[in-house]
């Protein structure tokens, strides 16, 4: 364990520059971040080196007026007389991680799977960082598939905005791999399609592309649901876990909105299943807001917006209701941006019995994402980064999806629902096929807020 991390680190810290992973070979065991207090001479000794090899690891030291600094990246190299490991040559490091050892078997349900990986992983820009934090999240989650018993091979090359993919492509790694991961810029998709479709190899696209060559190649794998398939997802669902109560839909008078697509959708779906529904304002006089909610049915409420400000008006309407009319039973379907600001209507979340549709969600209180923290602070001595979706979480839930499922089914592999019977920490997959093309995702989640104060996730 402990060997296969130091090579996951060296790669997935990515301290080092742009021009050495795309051209130079990486020959260091790890990179190591400064604490504070921390000499040459200690950490030397704690990696089993002598000062003068960990001097001629980093030259810097050899300055006049060098000092050892807290946060400073510097190389740990291999002790003199251990073997090196090998890694790729050309771009960012080789990773392999086997449980049973390399087989040359062609069909990979009885041999390691070899994955690819076609990211902006640096430190540059928004972009590098939150994709290396995504990588760091599939090296994990090819580690616990090797404590499982399935073995991965894994290549990762450095593809910023302005790179040319086709180079990448004409590393002759890349064309042994059974998946790719990449990329992030819609530009790189239709050349790594091709690429793909060439090699017979499957391609998880991992973030939101505007490009529509999943709909003609049959090798693509796309995790993103434009807008319009969201919201007859999100509406769908609704009337499934909703059909019996009283929808109340809200105006908000936000004339920025952009939910006007969802509550029209919503509108014609409950008007075709009959469902009677009211509609008020947030501006409506106390009677009048009173009047469109049901005495013996459950009320769902829905706003035309998803901004805070709204939110904190409704529920302070919705307070003031329930206060003059005991037994009014209130639950209420909200719109994912409302996961970015929970914490300060929380206790409003739970009171109203809030849903929130998303296609991700990591439950802070579940026990899976705390120890998947912990596990991630542990191996890269920091904290993920405080985004509403945590990449390292999504690199995670989606390599361990995808490989396990390529181990299981091979080439046969499509992703379907129940294929891989994986429980997902943050982000649930499951794709269906797109006419004669690739496949896309079809998974979303409601967060529930429930009276009792817990949080829960509902898959579909």
């Not at 929380?346 to 809030?354: G, Q």
Request: aromatic fraction near 12%; glycine fraction near 6%.
């Amino acid at each position: 364990m402990k060997q296969i991390w130091s090579h996951f680190l060296l790669v997935a810290l990515l301290a080092f520059s742009a021009e050495t992973a795309m051209g130079q070979a990486q020959t260091f065991k790890d990179l190591h971040e400064v604490k504070r207090k921390e000499t040459i001479f200690g950490i030397a000794r704690d990696n089993g080196l002598t000062v003068q090899e960990l001097i001629d690891a980093n030259p810097e030291m050899n300055q006049p007026g060098y000092e050892l600094k807290k946060g400073d990246i510097i190389k740990i190299p291999f002790p003199k007389g251990k073997p090196v490991p090998k890694i790729n040559e050309n771009y960012a490091p080789s990773v392999s991680s086997s449980a049973t050892g390399k087989s040359s078997a062609t069909d990979m349900r009885h041999r390691e799977i070899r994955v690819g990986v076609v990211l902006p992983l640096h430190t540059v820009n928004g972009d590098g960082k939150r994709m290396v934090e995504y990588y760091r999240g599939v090296l994990m989650a090819c580690d616990s598939l090797r404590a499982n018993g399935i073995s991965t091979d894994v290549c990762a090359w450095n593809v910023p905005e302005d790179a040319d993919i086709r180079q990448v492509l004409n590393d002759p790694q890349a064309a042994t791999r059974d998946l790719i991961i990449g990329p992030l810029y819609t530009k790189h998709v239709k050349p790594l399609g091709d690429f793909a479709k060439t090699h017979d190899i499957k391609v998880l696209i991992p973030f939101s592309i505007s490009s529509t060559e999943v709909y003609d190649n049959g090798n693509l794998f796309q995790v993103y649901q434009n807008g319009h398939v969201l919201n007859d997802a999100f509406v769908h669902r609704f009337y499934q876990r909703f059909k019996d109560c009283h929808p109340v839909i809200i105006d908000c008078n936000d004339t920025t909105s952009t939910k006007s697509g969802f509550t029209s959708a919503l509108r014609r779906k409950l008007e075709q299943e009959g469902v009677v529904y009211s509609i008020t304002n947030l501006k409506s006089s106390e009677s009048m807001f009173k009047k469109c909610f049901s005495t013996t049915q459950r009320n769902v409420v829905i706003l035309n917006t998803s901004r805070s400000n709204e939110l904190s008006v409704a529920f302070a309407k919705l307070n003031g209701l329930v206060m003059t009319t005991p037994g009014l039973r209130i639950s209420m379907f909200g719109y994912p941006e409302w996961l970015q600001y929970h914490r300060s209507h929380l206790d409003n979340f739970f009171k109203f019995d809030v849903y929130v549709p998303s296609t991700y969600f990591a439950n802070p209180l579940a026990p899976r994402t705390t120890r998947m923290q912990q596990r991630y602070r542990w191996n890269f001595h920091q904290d993920m980064q405080n985004y509403p979706q945590r990449f390292a979480m999504t690199g995670f839930d989606q390599a361990y999806f995808m490989v396990k499922g390529l181990h299981l089914y091979g080439k046969r592999f499509t992703g379907a629902s129940g294929m891989v019977g994986y429980l997902p920490v943050q982000t649930p997959l499951h794709f269906e096929r797109i006419g004669n093309g690739g496949m896309q995702n079809r998974a979303i989640l409601f967060v529930h807020y429930t009276k009792e104060q817990r949080i829960e996730t509902i898959n579909f």
